[in-house]
Each structure stands twice: as structure tokens, then as C-alpha cells.
């Protein structure tokens, strides 16, 4: 059983930036797939940010030119850059992984697709 620990949200205000950050306990990261998802109250659980285990991104149109996901492999680490945060970025952030392979991109944007979560880090972004 893989599990995550995510770290780094926090109270910030309106243009500010946040580094998430997602730890593994067993495997190595690099195995699997990651991404990145957000729940804001009232709401369902959105996707961010994902990663192949080869590198390949796909982002949220809400995030794009703002957020960037990256992965440290030496610290065994999965990275979510926030830039020029919002208001309506506000949420709980989760990471997830999987070790399933999904020829589509998109497949890694759908909650179904990910095996272990972590447990979320509350962001809050002032006006």
C-alpha cells in the first residue's frame, strides 16, 4: 500500500505562488503515474495536473501558464508550482498515483484512473 503526503498549502493572498509538494513512503514515485486534483467546498473533486511516468503533462485549462507539475526523482517527490493564485483557487489539493499504464492522456485526468491518494493540504487564496 503506497502512501502519499502532500505539503506546502497555506493562506496566501491574490497573485501569490505555493509549491506543493507529494511524497511516496514505498515505491518510487517514478513508477507511477501522478496527479494533481482539487476539491473546493460544495464541489467535486477536479484534476489540476497529471504526469506520465514518461514526462508527458496534461493541465486544466483553469491552471494553464499558472500551475506546473514536476517530479524530483532524487528526493522521490512530485511537485505542483502554483503562480499567480486566485480566489477561486481555493481548495484542498490532492496527489495521486498509479501504477496502471492509460494510453490516452486524458484516462490519468479521471479519479477512477489513481490507486492511492493523499490525504490533501488545504490552499486558501485572499482577494
Known amino acids: 500500500q503506497e502512501q502519499l503526503v502532500e505539503s506546502g498549502g497555506g493562506l496566501v493572498q491574490t497573485g501569490d505562488s505555493l509549491r506543493l509538494s507529494c511524497v511516496g513512503s514505498?515505491?518510487?514515485?517514478?513508477?507511477?503515474?501522478m496527479g494533481w486534483f482539487r476539491q473546493a467546498p460544495g464541489k467535486e473533486r477536479v484534476p489540476v495536473a497529471v504526469?506520465?511516468?514518461?514526462?508527458?503533462?496534461n493541465y486544466a485549462e483553469f491552471v494553464k501558464g499558472r500551475f506546473t507539475i514536476s517530479r524530483d526523482n532524487a528526493k522521490n517527490t512530485v511537485y505542483l508550482q502554483m503562480n499567480s493564485l486566485k480566489p477561486e483557487d481555493t481548495a484542498v489539493y490532492f496527489c495521486?498515483?498509479?501504477?496502471?499504464?492509460?494510453?490516452?492522456?486524458?484516462?490519468?485526468?479521471?479519479?477512477?484512473?489513481?490507486?492511492?491518494w493523499g490525504q490533501g493540504t488545504q490552499v486558501t487564496v485572499s482577494s
Open positions: 504526469m506520465t511516468t514518461g514526462g508527458t503533462t
Open positions: 495521486a498515483a498509479t501504477l496502471k499504464y492509460y494510453a490516452d492522456i486524458s484516462d490519468y485526468t479521471r479519479i477512477w484512473a489513481y490507486d492511492y
Open positions: 514505498r515505491r518510487e514515485l517514478r513508477n507511477y503515474g
